[in-house]
């Protein structure tokens, strides 16, 4: 029998530091969670990156719009650092760190933005509607709700090639949620039981729609049992509890247990594009526990529990931004995309997409 909605007690702790982070790195604490160090610096990457892209849009050297996860980089990491290769991940508009952590490489970003031809899109398109789907990273449908859909068909292909221990992933903010696609997703994946978890964070705006305008229902993790999901909530801007909660969703999915709806609180931190001056959102929302910036409280946990000293911290900034650098310098020096000469595939090139030979 499907479960009620749930919610979840606070990060248990657990102790131990990445391996992967080398024993010089680590200071005198116990992280709250076995991959902190390690998921805050593809936080701390991806607000690198998008910074960084800010400015480059500001001066006007990227066409189109920039797009960013700005205090919902917590909740992003989660989603990508527990998947395995073989896994499926649908990102959306705010999920730099989660693409990241599963494995977008930062030259993939940086050729989309500055619409280099070697990109994987080719330079032709807009920014944000990446992918490599060949190596299940989909490339975002704009129509907010219809990458549940997809996931979930996905999914059911693994499946009739007989495949095993897979799951997906996919993202969705508060309004996306409540579209017509979204409800018919949510459906078929419980009619399916396929290994899925859904991810949907609460930034409390639909570009300029505040929640009261958007839904009437107490909470959304309500929905999750009218469904047919198992139905968790999380603190956006406790990295700890996002690895923790969605860590444990991800596990849930792998052993066969139903769908996993996973409601994330947060304030989105920027505009909605950064056309956007998001001069509608209240001082009074600004005051919440919830629009706490999720990477200055994971900086503060590091220090305050000493997990690494402070020129470890500042070794890993200078990281981040000369990766960042690298990357943006290299695609600025590429050609943009020949319309003449361009094989107009529709996804992106050839060698990306599942060959139907
Ligand atoms: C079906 C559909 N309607 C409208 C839009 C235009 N649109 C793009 S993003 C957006 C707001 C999305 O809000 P939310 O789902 O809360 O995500 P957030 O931007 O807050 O991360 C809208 C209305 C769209 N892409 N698809
Ligand atoms: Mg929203």
């Not at 690198?48 to 719009?65: A, F, M, N």
């Not at 031809?117 to 990273?137: A, E, F, T, V, Y």
């Amino acid at each position: 029998m499907l479960q009620t909605a749930q919610r979840t007690a606070k990060s248990k702790g657990k102790k131990g530091a990445p391996a992967s982070l080398g024993e010089a790195a680590v200071g005198k604490g116990a992280p709250p969670h076995d991959r902190f160090l390690e998921a805050f610096r593809w936080m701390l990457l991806a607000r690198t990156l998008e910074e960084k892209l800010v400015s480059l849009y500001r001066g006007g050297q990227i066409t189109g719009g920039v797009y960013i996860g700005k205090g919902q980089e917590a909740v992003s990491v989660a989603c990508g650092i527990f998947l395995e290769k073989g896994d499926i991940f649908a990102p959306l508009i705010r999920d730099q760190a989660g693409r990241s952590a599963f494995g977008e490489p930062l030259i993939d970003v940086t050729r989309t933005y500055l619409g280099s031809r070697l990109g994987p899109m080719r330079g032709r398109d807009g920014n944000i509607h990446r992918g490599r789907p060949r190596d299940n990273q989909l490339a975002m449908i704009s129509h907010l709700g219809a990458m549940v859909s997809v996931t979930v068909g996905a999914l059911m292909a693994k499946r009739f090639r007989g495949e095993k221990g897979f799951i997906g992933l996919s993202c969705i903010g508060e309004g996306g949620m409540q579209t017509g696609s979204f409800h018919e997703g949510m459906n078929i994946a419980a009619v399916e039981q396929v290994p899925l978890v859904v991810v949907a964070t609460n930034n409390h705006y639909a570009y300029s729609t505040p929640n009261d305008r958007e839904f009437a229902c107490h909470d959304l993790i309500d929905r999750a049992i009218g469904y047919g999901f198992e139905g968790y909530t999380v603190d956006g801007t406790d990295l700890a509890n996002c690895l923790d909660v969605i860590g444990g969703a991800v596990k849930r999915a792998r052993v066969g247990r139903p769908p996993q709806l996973v409601v994330a609180s947060i304030l989105r931190l920027s505009g909605h594009g950064e056309h956007d001056d998001a001069s509608y959102v209240t001082d009074e929302i600004k005051r919440e526990p919830f629009a706490r910036d999720c990477l200055k409280v994971t900086e503060h946990t590091i220090v305050d529990l000493k997990l690494v000293d402070t020129e470890t911290l500042a070794e890993w900034r200078r990281d981040a931004a000369t990766q960042v650098d690298v990357a943006i310098s290299t695609a600025q020096k590429e050609a943009a995309p020949e319309g003449d000469e361009e094989d107009w595939c529709a996804i992106s090139t050839r060698d990306l997409v599942d060959s139907l030979e």
